[in-house]
């Protein structure tokens, strides 16, 4: 199954009123973008973080939601800062473990935020 990691220089929350007929939002990526990555692939990332003493509960995962839809924005910034300073402290060697971490890496170092949903 496949899931979304967006990365942005900021984020903002669109209203719309669901096919539920309850209103909702939807985090849209400014100056950003998403990519489509599996779960398993997230898992892996987030594993291999875990042998360098990175912890599970630093990143921003947010598998359940469909797509951006009614994710706390403002838990997913107040994460950011955590997942900043922890993957700053990898080395270089442990970042290009993964082809995938030296892209959140890069997101990171270039002041942009994540999340995976």
Known sequence: MSGFLYHAKSFRCI???GNDGLNHHEIEAVEGNWEGISYSTWKDIKKICETFGV??????????????IDI??????????RLRNTLNSLSA??????PWLEKIAAWIRNEESVFFC
Request: charged share 25%.
């Open 15 to 17: 209203t719309h009123i």
């Open 72 to 81: 706390p924005i403002i838990e997913v910034m107040e994460r950011q800062k």
């Open 93 to 98: 060697e442990q970042i290009k473990s993964h």
């Open 55 to 68: 912890p599970q509960d630093v990143w921003p995962d947010y598998v359940g939601h469909d797509y951006a």
